[in-house]
């Protein structure tokens, strides 16, 4: 299997949200960047092991600036054999798809894994974008995937439970819970990863579909109403006169 | 014209509604595009919310998201707006409309349209929001759940049942493993979920008997679904799902920031922790401090008291 990645970095989970340029852009001032966990814990480390055990080569990419690069030598410490890292700010969900989607074409891949969305955006974009560019099959929101020859079995939500659908290469798959384990990487990891190949092409043109106009931080939450434990018909009562939820 | 498409090979639910709700608040015509073998009386009943008609496709099934991408893009000539629901089936229909007709997708509204016709989504996890701007002359919306509520303002609509053949992706469904409990999580307008401080599987009873006396769902933590004291499906937080009911009950849960990352969409939050120094409590509205074991059954019955003189 021939497999390719797709990578976005995101911000650590502590990370102070704020923005910046009159709220329309947000500020990295601080800000630690780690793997989009999805990318990492579901996509990566599941093409690794199907790598593990019928062979191939994993190729990871991403869109972004110089400063990712650091976030691509952490995803081959993982394992990855190889790193693209397409050279642009990305704008939005299309202008990256189409970045990804434009660069698999020139290559050629059996699949193109991505996490189910970034935890920045939150979109679940990209994957149905990549898949319609490249006229593959779309397996979304997968929690299981096994290789045989060039049919993939996979698991994945549906509306009314859980999907077992069998395909063929080539498809797009974006990974959920349920497909594979955190792998932490270790020393030989780290250390060959330095040495891994990370190759840096210029974009292709493409528009912008949408643009964010300007970002908001919610309301802070007002004090918390402490209940007296032994009088529950007064939580019920709030519930249903106050808070008008039930 | 808005045109809707909808998954309505389950049944049709409240989300269906706000759908048609929101489209018909954004424009005057609306247009709702469905697959399947769904009864004609119940789509008709679309029409209530505001749908002029409701094309049905007995060719298709909608469970092959290509083939219902191309048959949308064929119908979607003359529509402004294309709107779906940001789940199972929006998520990979709407981005794959969004290339072919080069139009941009706003992924996720929570509101409709503001004044300058930016859209607002929840970004960082709903730790932030943002408004999105669409730059090309159609629009996408995938609509997230419980974010308007159903308007009734009409009565049925006619449904017109066409046979339009679309080629096969080549997707093969071989099975599906039905959920257990009745209501899904991510529509659920009440939930109830647990954390370790339950101290195991088997004390779960409590959870249910709240749960069925509120007709709420049920959720837990991760580590809860990490051990297998409850299904993967009932994770909610950030690598688990992302839910927003009305009223989001947690208890024994501490209130990881990654937990919080999943339910800081919901209107109302009741913590029960034994621990006053839990952070959940910062991010709740009610609080009790006690021990889940005997606050939980009191809850319960003090539901169970309400409800019988309601």
Redo the contacts between chains.
């Keep these: 299997m021939k497999t390719l990645v797709c990578i976005s970095k995101a911000p650590d989970t502590t990370s102070k949200i704020a923005f910046t340029n009159n709220n329309t852009a947000f500020d990295e001032a601080g800000v630690q960047y780690i793997v989009n966990p999805y990318d990492e814990w579901y996509a990566l480390v599941r093409a690794l092991e199907i790598k593990e055990s019928v062979g191939g080569e994993v190729t990871i990419v991403t869109v972004g600036p110089n400063e990712d690069d650091a976030i691509m030598r952490k995803a081959l410490a993982i394992g990855a054999d190889k790193a693209v890292r397409i050279d642009a700010n990305p704008k939005d969900a299309y202008f990256v798809a189409t970045q990804i989607a434009t660069y698999a074409k020139t290559i050629g891949f059996d699949m193109v894994l991505t996490g189910k969305e970034t935890i920045n955006y939150n979109g679940s974009q990209v994957a149905g974008m990549i898949a319609e560019s490249l006229g593959f099959p779309l397996i979304s929101l997968a929690s299981k995937l096994d290789v045989e020859g060039t049919t993939l079995t996979l698991e994945r939500e549906a509306a009314n439970g859980v999907e077992v659908v069998s395909v063929n290469a080539p498809i797009v798959v974006s990974c959920a819970k349920g497909m594979a384990e955190q792998r932490i990487p270790n020393m030989r990891g780290i250390m060959a990863a330095r040495t891994k190949p990370l190759e840096v092409i210029p974009p292709a043109a493409c528009d912008d579909l949408t643009t964010f106009a300007t970002f908001g931080s919610p309301l802070a939450k007002s004090e918390v109403k402490m209940i007296d434990p032994n009088n529950m018909d007064e939580l019920v009562a709030l519930l249903h006169n106050e808070a008008k939820v039930i | 014209m808005t045109l809707v498409y909808l998954?309505t090979?389950?049944g049709m639910s409240k989300s269906a509604f706000e759908a048609v709700t929101y489209s018909k608040k954004i424009g005057n015509e609306v247009i709702v595009l469905t697959a399947g073998n769904a009864d004609a009386n119940t789509l008709a009943t679309l029409g209530s919310f505001g749908a002029q008609k409701v094309i049905v496709n007995r060719a298709i099934d909608g469970?092959d998201?290509?083939q219902v991408?191309t048959w949308v893009c064929n119908h979607a000539a003359n529509a402004e707006n294309i709107l779906f629901l940001?789940?199972?089936?929006g998520?990979?229909?709407?981005?794959?409309v969004?290339?072919?007709l080069?139009?941009?997708?706003?992924?996720?509204a929570v509101a409709l349209p503001e004044m300058?016709q930016?859209i607002k989504?929840?970004?960082?996890?709903?730790?932030?929001?943002?408004?999105?701007?669409?730059?090309?002359q159609k629009r996408i919306i995938s609509l997230l759940a419980n974010s308007i509520a159903p308007e009734k303002i009409a009565e049925v609509c006619p449904v017109e049942e066409v046979n339009e053949t679309i080629e096969s992706?080549?997707?093969?469904?071989?099975?599906?493993?039905?959920?257990e409990g009745n209501i899904p999580l991510p529509e659920a307008?009440?939930v109830v979920s647990a954390g370790r401080g339950l101290k195991g599987a088997e004390n779960w009873g409590i959870i249910d008997d709240l749960a069925s006396a509120?007709g709420a769902a049920t959720a837990c933590s991760r580590p809860v679904s990490d051990i297998g004291w409850r299904p993967?499906?009932e994770?909610v937080g950030?690598?688990?799902i992302?839910i927003r009911p009305?009223?989001y009950i947690a208890i024994g849960i501490s209130g990881a920031?990654?937990h919080l990352?999943g339910v800081?969409g919901s209107?109302?939050i009741?913590?029960v922790n034994t621990d006053k120094e839990a952070p959940f409590?910062?991010?709740?509205?009610?609080?009790?401090?006690?021990?889940a074991f005997?606050?939980i059954p009191?809850?319960t019955?003090?539901?169970k008291?309400?409800k019988l003189n309601q």
Excluded: M
């Design positions: 998954h090979s389950n469970s998201e290509q991408s940001h789940d199972v089936a998520k990979a229909i709407a981005p794959r969004s290339v072919r080069k139009a941009g997708l706003v992924a996720g300058d930016t989504v929840n970004v960082f996890s709903g730790k932030a929001f943002g408004f999105v701007k669409v730059n090309s992706s080549g997707i093969k469904i071989l099975s599906t493993k039905k959920p307008e009440l509120l993967h499906h994770h950030q690598t688990g992302a009305n009223l920031i990654q990352a800081n209107k109302v009741v913590v409590f910062k991010a709740a509205d009610y609080g009790v401090l006690g021990d005997e606050v009191r809850l019955e003090a539901v008291r309400f």
